[in-house]
């Protein structure tokens, strides 16, 4: 496939978890001659959230478009489609992976991606939750970012020591690309 034919289309899919859902998604997705290209799975209470990314020529992404509404029906699905383009990393100067934990308290999550998006970083990546220790809830959070090509890292770095200090936190950021 040539990049002027070769089309992107995000396909999102939720519904109440049970076996075969995944089967029956690729499985269309596969006969309409699109290629996953990325995805996430993910688990929320009982609902299941299936995201991927397809490629595929014109015609297929048609195809998808068209096919999925009564596929999702069918299953109990509610499905959302969006064509995309190719991501740019060449505006990045590198991929780090931001883990922290701590007590769980309100808020946490909301000044750490504020921080980040004063910064221009972008969040490839993001996964939270929460857990019991020593019965106190905790939470832990993992985020991919891409960071532009004109920041600081020394000290965005330094930045962000001093919110963890803030809020408590323990974190590890390590390059991954």
């Keep these: 496939m040539t990049a002027f034919t070769n089309q992107q289309l995000v396909l999102t899919a ?3 978890d049970r076996s075969g859902i995944v089967s029956e998604l690729t499985q269309l997705v596969s006969d309409c001659n699109c290629n996953i290209i990325d995805s996430r799975i993910a688990i929320l209470g009982r ?6 990314l397809l490629s595929g020529d014109m015609a297929a992404m048609s195809r998808v478009e068209h096919t999925l509404p009564i596929k999702g029906m069918e299953l109990g699905l509610l499905t959302m489609m969006k ?3 190719s991501h740019c990393e060449d505006e990045y100067i590198g991929a780090y992976n931001l883990e922290y934990t701590g007590v ?3 808020g ?4 750490v991606t ?4 004063e910064h221009n970083v972008s969040i490839a990546s993001l996964k939270s939750d929460t857990y019991d220790q020593n019965n106190e809830l905790h939470m832990r959070c993992e985020l991919e970012l ?3 090509a004109q920041i600081d890292l020394d000290d965005f770095k330094v930045q962000f020591e001093a919110l963890s200090s803030t809020l408590n936190v323990d974190y590890i950021l390590r390059r991954i690309r």
């Excluded at 504020?114 to 998006?117: K, L, M, P, V, W």
Aim: glycine residues 4%.
């Design 14 to 16: 939720i519904g109440e």
């Design 47 to 52: 609902e299941f959230t299936f995201i991927m």
């Design 83 to 85: 064509r995309t383009s």
């Design 104 to 106: 769980d308290t309100p």
């Design 108 to 111: 946490t999550l909301s000044k």
């Design 114 to 117: 504020r921080f980040i998006a």
């Design 146 to 148: 891409n960071l532009p």
